[in-house]
């Protein structure tokens, strides 16, 4: 692949230093809202 | 509605609409009417890209699923986040780098002609089906409040968005998105809040909890396996496929991230999806289950699509109807009665009392539903619509009857603001592929940008009134939120299979490509037709076929269907 090819950078994001980490951290917030709804739905019904 | 919601709605989509064109002044070239010139931030994305999904049917729909079946749909969203983090590692990368105006583009880059046009032709199709389901729900609103047809105001509902759409480009769609799901969020807090109100003095919020809770409609979570319901593993496996599909490979969804300024703008535009999208179908669901507390002390209306009440309640039908009137009355009145000891012996800590009042609250909801469901057969016997049901006036009703002045226009202008911006953005969609996709690349390949520009137009009016055309299927579908995932759903996971062997498998050729497409949707079809299983997993059956029969005829008849040149060159 050329430069031209590979266009426009892909630049880290603004926080968490990288994507990685920015996407295990959406895969955690997403166990934890499950976690809670299980709780929710158990202690309500 | 009162002179005020009438005012109030009025200046919501006068502001809305002029926004929206004074937004897409610039956009006089093909490139910004479909891309908006590659300028949007990553905030104008995500709120775009929610507000596409989060259309009329998200408010009017979902409210009254979560009433008659409770808060378990939240589950079909928990893949949706899995499918975020993916398509931000893969998707966008290779999208923006490749350039294209649609997602199906690619596909030619990578295989061959057919399979782009075979994607861009499945896209159109379903699409143009779910577009005209979006279409039809926010009619619903005016039928309502109007007491018309549903097919009258599905026309005047569906001329009005044809004549904004065409004249906005994306650009005006996203920055309008973006004003309205600013609009839906404080709709949404206004709605419970006020729902939590009008509840009586002596119920509080966590005596409401339990309410809710003991009738099933705080099911958030099942944990069972099982392939034909909602739980927590068809949520998360199903709906994660379901999201990569939506997400990764409907125009309408991969136009919004196109738009980005930059990769990483369009990847945190996805992430904030992913983490704003599960609580807000929450809180949308947790609504219904607060307005059915509410009607545990208010009757509600025996059906609650007042057109077919009253035609029900007519005098050549009375005969038929008082019983039933009668014996909901009755089960209301137990029901109501068993509550209230509900909460009385929840307070007072007396255990076998509490178990007693759940037995005979539980007992009278199921007499409450029977009585429903033999009004709404009764529709049905009288010439009403077969296949009836009022799911989607649930909230409607509940809003119009009991809201303050004011606040009605408000929640009323929000789905109406909604609705306009999902059938617009998804129109739009359909005209980019069928001009770019179809149009320029096999009828006419060389024409000025303005010529494109007048064609994309023509094809945003045209593929507005196939929509119109399609609405009155909706009426017979029953919840119109399950209806356009079971749409969608039919198609989508031959589209992700052959985006994933795009991305994945490089020694996969364009004839093994476009058969395997062939032989997902013949496999999601049988499944349909054939099987009881959730539409959640036909992604996963579509995908996984496609996927299958590529490999097998790739490796099988390598002749037949050979690598890419790339490859054998």
Not at chain 2, 443 to 450: F, W
Not at chain 2, 510 to 521: C, S, T, Y
Request: with cysteine.
């Amino acid at each position: 692949m050329d430069a031209e090819q590979r266009g426009p950078r892909d630049e880290p994001p603004p926080f968490l230093k990288t994507w990685k980490r920015l996407y295990a951290a959406v895969l955690v917030y997403l166990a934890l809202l499950i976690a809670l709804f299980y709780w929710f739905t158990r202690h309500f019904s | 509605m009162r002179p005020l919601d009438w005012a109030v709605l009025a200046a919501s989509l006068v502001v809305i609409v002029a926004y929206g064109i004074w937004r897409s002044r610039g956009s006089n070239t093909m490139e910004s009417y479909l891309l908006a010139g590659k300028t949007m931030p990553w905030y104008a994305m995500a709120l775009s890209i929610m507000a596409t999904q989060a259309s009329a049917i998200t408010f009017i729909s979902t409210t009254g699923q979560s009433y008659v079946d409770g808060m378990r749909f939240v589950q079909f969203y928990f893949g949706l986040p899995l499918a975020m983090v993916i398509l931000s590692a893969t998707a966008v990368p290779i999208f923006h780098r490749a350039k294209v105006y649609t997602a199906y583009e690619y596909l030619e880059t990578r295989f061959d002609p057919k399979t782009r046009a075979l994607a861009s032709v499945i896209f159109l199709l379903q699409r143009g089906l779910s577009v005209g389901l979006t279409i039809y729900a926010p009619a619903i609103v005016l039928s309502v409040i109007l007491g018309w047809r549903d097919s009258v105001t599905t026309v005047i509902m569906g001329c009005t968005v044809i004549v904004y759409t065409v004249l906005g480009g994306i650009k005006a769609v996203t920055w309008t998105d973006v004003q309205q799901m600013l609009i839906i969020f404080f709709g949404l807090v206004v709605s419970l809040v006020t729902v939590l109100a009008l509840l009586p003095g002596d119920v509080g919020v966590v005596d409401a909890l339990y309410l809710a809770g003991a009738a099933g409609r705080l099911n958030a979570v099942d944990t069972s396996f099982d392939l034909g319901n909602y739980n927590v593993w068809s949520g998360l496996i199903g709906g994660a496929f379901l999201a990569l599909a939506y997400f990764g490979t409907d125009q309408s969804q991969v136009q919004r991230y196109l738009t980005g300024r930059s990769i990483g703008q369009s990847k945190l535009g996805l992430l904030f999806n992913a983490a704003a999208k599960v609580p807000m179908q929450f809180f949308i669901l947790f609504i219904g289950a607060m307005v059915f507390v509410f009607y545990l002390f208010t009757q509600p209306p025996l059906l609650f699509q007042q057109v077919e009440l009253q035609r029900i309640q007519a005098p050549e039908h009375r005969a038929r109807y008082e019983p039933i009137a009668t014996e909901y009355q009755a089960a209301f009145e137990a029901r109501r009665q068993a509550a209230l000891e509900l909460v009385q012996t929840r307070r007072s800590g007396d255990d076998a009392g509490y178990q007693g009042a759940a037995g005979r609250y539980r007992e009278a909801q199921r007499d409450l539903d029977e009585a429903r469901r033999r009004g709404m057969q009764l529709v049905e016997e009288t010439g009403g619509e077969q296949g009836f049901h009022d799911t989607n006036y649930i909230f409607l009703s509940f809003v119009t009857r009991y809201m303050p002045a004011g606040i009605v226009g408000l929640v009323i202008a929000v789905i109406f603001a909604a609705a306009m911006s999902s059938i617009s953005g998804e129109i739009n969609s359909l005209a980019t592929v069928s001009v770019v996709d179809i149009y320029k690349r096999h009828v006419r390949k060389e024409a000025t940008d303005r010529h494109y520009l007048m064609v994309s137009r023509l094809a945003t009016a045209f593929w507005g009134a196939y929509a119109v055309a399609f609405a009155g299927w909706g009426k017979t579908l029953g919840s119109l939120i399950v209806a356009v995932n079971v749409v969608g759903s039919l198609f989508y996971g031959s589209l992700l299979g052959v985006f994933v062997l795009a991305f994945f498998f490089k020694r996969v050729g364009g004839n093994a490509a476009f058969a395997g497409m062939l032989a997902g949707e013949a496999a999601i079809f049988a499944a349909f037709r054939f099987t009881g299983i959730s539409f959640l997993w036909y992604n996963v059956i579509g995908c996984v076929v496609v996927i299958a029969a590529a490999l097998a005829l790739s490796m099988g008849w390598p002749k037949a269907f050979p690598p890419p040149r790339k490859l054998t060159a």
